[in-house]
């Protein structure tokens, strides 16, 4: 059974994914992007693994980042998603104007977001026309109980 990127598109769109905002610190300027290929890889060491297309701003910062943030983002929260799905450039001391938090490891977190995790920088593969990001979690929590903002079939979805 043969199969083209569109029709790949549409069959892997009926997975659902929790939807977050991966965020960098570089030399203070903060940047962020929404990314939905965010996975868990490994418990020990504790590990996750982001994907990001080779022609978005977001690799050349993540290039140069040493850490970066993963804020998951609550049912409430399309908004921020919808933010951060667009293209921007880094600036200095905001993230796009909107609550944030920096981590231990310098990186922005997301206000509000139901949970984060800190990540140190691991390595990068190459995965098509995506880099896969490796992150070596070193820091986390859970902020609150609201449901999870998902993604299912193009469109944002929320736990009935």
């Known amino acids: 059974m043969a199969i083209d990127a569109d029709q790949y598109r549409k069959i892997i769109g009926s997975f659902a994914t929790g939807v977050t905002v991966v965020t960098t ?21 504790i590990l996750l693994l982001v994907c990001v297309d080779k022609n978005a701003r977001a690799l050349e910062e993540l290039r140069q980042a040493t850490a970066f943030g993963v804020s998951i983002l609550g049912e409430s929260q399309e908004g921020i998603s919808n933010t951060f799905a667009t293209r921007g ?51 986390g929590e859970i902020l609150s109980d609201e449901g999870p903002l998902l993604y299912f079939q193009g469109k944002y979805r929320r736990i009935a």
């Not at 570089?26 to 939905?36: I, L, R």
């Open 89 to 139: 450039d880094p600036e200095g001391g905001t993230l796009r104007g909107l609550e944030f938090s920096q981590g231990e490891t310098g990186a922005p977190l997301v206000g509000g977001a139901i949970a984060q995790l800190e990540c140190e920088m691991g390595e990068h593969f190459e995965g098509g026309d995506h880099i896969i990001v490796m992150g070596k979690v070193v820091g």
């Open 25 to 45: 610190n570089v030399d203070g300027n903060y940047h962020g992007f929404t990314a939905n290929a965010v996975t868990s890889v490994s418990l020990d060491p």
